[in-house]
Protein backbone atom coordinates (compact mmCIF):
# COMPACT_ATOMS: atom_id res chain seq x y z
CA UNK A 1 0.00 0.00 0.00
CA UNK A 2 1.18 3.61 -0.56
CA UNK A 3 -0.02 6.86 0.56
CA UNK A 4 0.72 10.31 -0.38
CA UNK A 5 1.36 12.92 2.10
CA UNK A 6 2.57 17.01 1.82
CA UNK A 7 0.34 18.33 -0.42
CA UNK A 8 -0.90 22.20 0.08
CA UNK A 9 -1.15 25.52 -1.02
CA UNK A 10 1.60 27.35 -1.69
CA UNK A 11 2.05 30.72 -3.96
CA UNK A 12 4.12 30.79 -7.56
CA UNK A 13 8.16 30.28 -6.64
CA UNK A 14 7.11 28.31 -3.49
CA UNK A 15 8.14 24.88 -2.66
CA UNK A 16 6.24 21.42 -1.14
CA UNK A 17 7.97 18.26 -0.45
CA UNK A 18 5.64 14.71 -0.96
CA UNK A 19 6.25 12.08 0.57
CA UNK A 20 4.73 8.15 -0.82
CA UNK A 21 5.53 5.71 2.08
CA UNK A 22 4.64 2.40 1.51
CA UNK A 23 3.38 -0.30 4.23
CA UNK A 24 2.05 -3.80 4.13
CA UNK A 25 4.60 -6.13 1.76
CA UNK A 26 7.74 -3.79 0.81
CA UNK A 27 9.73 -6.97 -0.04
CA UNK A 28 8.78 -6.41 -3.47
CA UNK A 29 10.87 -4.75 -5.89
CA UNK A 30 9.38 -2.22 -7.59
CA UNK A 31 10.10 1.29 -9.17
CA UNK A 32 7.71 4.25 -7.68
CA UNK A 33 6.05 6.66 -10.25
CA UNK A 34 4.83 10.32 -9.33
CA UNK A 35 1.21 11.38 -11.19
CA UNK A 36 -0.63 14.21 -11.30
CA UNK A 37 -3.85 15.53 -12.87
CA UNK A 38 -5.41 18.72 -12.92
CA UNK A 39 -9.32 19.30 -13.08
CA UNK A 40 -10.64 18.61 -16.70
CA UNK A 41 -7.07 16.48 -17.35
CA UNK A 42 -5.59 13.07 -17.76
CA UNK A 43 -3.09 12.23 -15.46
CA UNK A 44 0.23 12.72 -16.73
CA UNK A 45 3.55 11.12 -15.84
CA UNK A 46 5.67 13.72 -13.18
CA UNK A 47 8.83 11.34 -12.41
CA UNK A 48 9.93 7.66 -11.39
CA UNK A 49 12.91 6.06 -9.82
CA UNK A 50 13.99 2.22 -9.66
CA UNK A 51 14.19 0.30 -6.22
CA UNK A 52 17.64 1.18 -5.89
CA UNK A 53 17.39 4.21 -6.29
CA UNK A 54 18.42 5.09 -9.85
CA UNK A 55 17.93 5.56 -12.39
CA UNK A 56 15.57 8.73 -12.27
CA UNK A 57 13.41 9.83 -14.33
CA UNK A 58 11.55 13.17 -15.07
CA UNK A 59 8.83 14.64 -17.11
CA UNK A 60 10.61 17.34 -19.56
CA UNK A 61 7.41 20.01 -17.60
CA UNK A 62 9.14 19.37 -14.00
CA UNK A 63 12.78 19.06 -15.20
CA UNK A 64 14.98 21.57 -13.06
CA UNK A 65 12.14 22.02 -10.80
CA UNK A 66 11.21 19.02 -9.00
CA UNK A 67 13.64 15.95 -7.73
CA UNK A 68 12.47 12.43 -6.99
CA UNK A 69 14.41 10.86 -4.27
CA UNK A 70 13.93 7.89 -2.02
CA UNK A 71 14.60 6.63 1.57
CA UNK A 72 15.23 2.88 1.32
CA UNK A 73 15.26 3.02 5.04
CA UNK A 74 12.14 4.08 5.50
CA UNK A 75 10.91 3.02 2.58
CA UNK A 76 9.60 6.17 1.38
CA UNK A 77 10.13 8.22 -2.05
CA UNK A 78 10.11 11.96 -1.94
CA UNK A 79 9.59 14.49 -4.34
CA UNK A 80 10.51 17.76 -4.19
CA UNK A 81 9.25 20.06 -6.00
CA UNK A 82 10.65 23.79 -5.97
CA UNK A 83 9.97 27.38 -8.33
CA UNK A 84 6.12 26.09 -8.13
CA UNK A 85 3.89 27.39 -11.13
CA UNK A 86 0.11 27.61 -10.86
CA UNK A 87 0.20 24.84 -13.82
CA UNK A 88 1.50 22.80 -11.31
CA UNK A 89 -1.30 22.52 -9.52
CA UNK A 90 -3.36 18.93 -9.44
CA UNK A 91 -3.60 15.97 -7.39
CA UNK A 92 -0.57 14.11 -6.83
CA UNK A 93 -0.36 10.73 -7.10
CA UNK A 94 2.17 7.77 -6.24
CA UNK A 95 2.34 4.26 -7.85
CA UNK A 96 4.12 0.90 -8.30
CA UNK A 97 5.48 -0.30 -11.63
CA UNK A 98 6.02 -4.09 -10.83
CA UNK A 99 8.57 -4.55 -14.21
CA UNK A 100 10.76 -2.60 -11.82
CA UNK A 101 11.60 -0.19 -14.69
CA UNK A 102 9.99 2.84 -13.95
CA UNK A 103 7.58 3.39 -17.15
CA UNK A 104 5.72 6.52 -17.97
CA UNK A 105 2.36 5.31 -18.86
CA UNK A 106 -0.26 5.29 -15.81
CA UNK A 107 -1.74 1.97 -17.01
CA UNK A 108 1.76 0.39 -16.46
CA UNK A 109 1.15 1.27 -12.73
CA UNK A 110 -0.52 -0.31 -9.81
CA UNK A 111 -1.58 0.15 -6.19
CA UNK A 112 -2.20 3.78 -6.31
CA UNK A 113 -2.50 6.13 -3.43
CA UNK A 114 -5.14 7.74 -2.62
CA UNK A 115 -3.79 11.67 -3.71
CA UNK A 116 -2.86 14.65 -2.30
CA UNK A 117 -3.62 17.84 -3.49
CA UNK A 118 -1.37 20.94 -4.20
CA UNK A 119 -2.40 24.38 -5.33
CA UNK A 120 0.06 26.95 -6.83
CA UNK A 121 -1.46 30.51 -6.67
CA UNK A 122 -0.39 33.31 -8.93
Known amino acids: QLVESGGGSVQAGGSLRLSCAAS????????TGWFRQAPGREREFVAAIRWRGSPKYHADSVKGRFTISKDSAKNTVYLHMNSLKPEDTAVYYCAADFSGTGRYNSRDYSNWGQGTRVTVSA
Open 24 to 31: GDTTSNYA
